[in-house]
């Protein structure tokens, strides 16, 4: 499918690593024209040269998505992208009893405000243009909810529901709007978790979690679908012992 996305300029969120990184890679190689974002300069200096080895190009713009001075900034930036790929977020995994309000406002923050904020103003230049696609990052989580999981569970159903919304508003304009909905992805995220009954539970698991490679895949397929085609949600479920 190389060149596939030639000519088409994507918005990654949360780009410098896991996921979102590994998005970037998949649609550079298809030769789109990508900004990634994040909060690691280093690491998203290395991921627009990669996009640019892989035949795309890559350029960067460095920021915290909970500051809407930010938002706005690269909603300016991002004004004429043509997809979204709505990714950044936070994970803390702790039991009821232990888990702090903190925590949890700032995982709302991460994965629901700041998902809202962005989508919205990437929205406001695709609704200029009658053309545009965007894809939010959930996950199995916004239709489930585990033990030690109820808040990242929370801000997961509620970032399903913006994409939802989003969707019913933007399709008069010829705007798509996909959700993609992980289980459990290897990636550093879960490094935030260190309760000793959560760190046990992971150990325990009988099956391997889905790699970045296999999400990025996901939102290729969705971000190439032909105009008529619109796959509304993507659930990716491991499969491996």
């Known amino acids: 499918m190389a060149g596939i996305l030639k000519g088409r300029s994507v918005l990654v969120t949360g780009a410098s690593a896991g996921i979102g990184r590994a998005t970037a890679l998949v649609l550079a190689r298809a030769g789109a024209d990508v900004l990634a974002t994040g909060r690691r300069q ?12 892989a035949g795309g ?7 915290d998505l909970t500051d809407h ?51 919205r103003e990437i929205a406001l230049g695709m609704i200029e243009r009658r053309r545009g696609h965007m894809v939010f990052i959930t996950s199995l989580s916004a239709r489930s909810v ?22 019913a508003e933007l399709k008069s304009f010829g705007i798509k709007v996909t ?3 992980p289980g459990m992805v290897d990636t550093a995220i879960r490094n ?6 959560v760190l046990k539970s992971i150990a325990a698991r009988k099956f391997a979690p889905l790699t970045p490679e296999d999400v990025a895949d996901a939102v290729m397929y969705a971000v190439t679908t032909r105009a008529g085609c619109c796959p509304d949600l993507i659930e990716l479920r491991p499969t491996e012992n």
Do not use: W
Request: glycine content about 8%.
């Open 42 to 53: 280093a690491e998203l200096d290395e991921v627009a040269d990669l996009c640019v080895q």
């Open 57 to 63: 190009s890559g350029r960067t713009l460095r920021g």
């Open 69 to 119: 001075g930010f938002v706005r900034e690269l909603g300016q930036v991002a004004r004429s992208v043509d997809i979204l790929v709505n990714n950044a977020g936070i994970l803390t995994y702790a039991p009821i009893r232990d888990a702090t309000v903190e925590d949890c406002e700032a995982m709302f923050r991460s994965n629901v405000v700041a998902g809202f904020a962005v989508a």
């Open 146 to 167: 585990n033990p030690m999981a109820a808040s990242y569970a929370a801000t997961k159903h509620a970032l399903s529901a913006y994409a939802k919304g989003f969707r």
């Open 179 to 181: 959700e993609v909905a």
């Open 192 to 197: 935030g978790s260190t309760h000793p009954d």
